[in-house]
Structure formats: C-alpha cells, structure tokens
C-alpha cells in the first residue's frame, strides 16, 4: 500500500542544509498498523507530512496503493488527501461550535457528499459505538458526545485507506 524509497528531506535554514530525513525506505502493507517513533528532531513530522501528501520528499520516491505520489501535481495531491487519507491530531481539531454528528460529517461536506447522505451516514456510524465503548474509553466524560467516540466516526466515515 504505502512505499518510500531512498525519500529525504531537506530543508533550508537561513542558508544552512538541515537533514530532516535521510534515504528512508518503508514499506507499510494495507491493514498493518505502524507506529512512528523517535527524540525530538529525529524527523517523525516530516516523514508524516510526506507520507500525509503535505510535502514533498527532495529525493527519493512514494508510492500509494501503486500511484507514484511524488510525481503529482498539487491538485492530485489534494484530491488523494481528501479522498484516501485521514488525519489524526493530536488535539483532535473537533469543532466545538459542531455537535459529535456534524463534526462526524465534517469530512464528507469536502468531498461534496450531499447534505441527506452526511446526515444519514453519520447517524449510521454513530449507532456502532456502544455505550460500553463510550465507557471504557472516557467514563467521566459525557457519554454522548466523547472525543474518541467521534474521532472514531470521522475516521470511518469515508473509508480511508491512511491514517496519519
């Protein structure tokens, strides 16, 4: 599904060369669940930004389910962003202004979905969440509407191949 070969990452800092990634090569098959760890520094956030289709590798290659990533334009690249991968930050981004269904819609509105087809998908996600889960997850949080439960929705609710 995912694979990076010889990728680095260079950046300019006022003239000096900073190294972010060096050679990277990674192969993640569809399905396998991967943690990316590291100090500091040590490039974590630009191999996520690369393999997210944020940046663009210097050198090196990306491929995504057999596409050639590094080869796209930006509208290619915003079109698999916003069609096959989902992002997971680390303060969640939920819109507070949103209930737990329309921030579950969310991403569905920018892939153009229809409001009725939102609507009805979020309430089809939302009943697979049982209140066990809710519970288990954060008991003295309101149950209803709980970050997790709704990250997890938003997450599914467009059957996205990457999670970032």
């Avoid at 949103?98 to 409001?115: C, G, I, S």
Wanted: net charge neutral; charged share 25%; hydrophobic share 40%.
């Amino acid at each position: 599904m995912i694979r990076l070969s010889a990728v680095t990452k260079v950046y300019d800092a006022g003239g000096a060369e900073v190294r972010a990634l060096n050679g990277i090569d990674l192969a993640i098959a569809a399905g396998e669940y991967v943690a990316v760890m590291g100090p500091s520094g040590s490039g974590k956030t630009t191999l996520m930004d690369i393999m997210g289709c944020l940046s663009r590798p210097t050198e090196g290659s990306y491929e995504f389910e057999g596409e050639r990533v590094d080869a796209l334009d930006d509208y290619g690249l915003a079109r698999l962003r916003g069609e096959r991968i989902g992002f997971v930050f680390q303060a969640f981004n939920l819109l507070p202004r949103l209930t737990a269904l329309e921030n579950v819609e969310l991403p569905l509105l920018y892939r153009r979905v229809t409001h009725r087809q939102r609507q009805a998908r979020a309430r089809e996600l939302r009943a697979t969440i049982t209140p066990h889960e809710v519970a288990a997850v954060m008991p003295k949080l309101y149950p209803e509407e709980t970050l997790r439960a709704v990250l997890r929705e938003r997450l599914t609710a467009d059957e996205l191949k990457l999670v970032t």
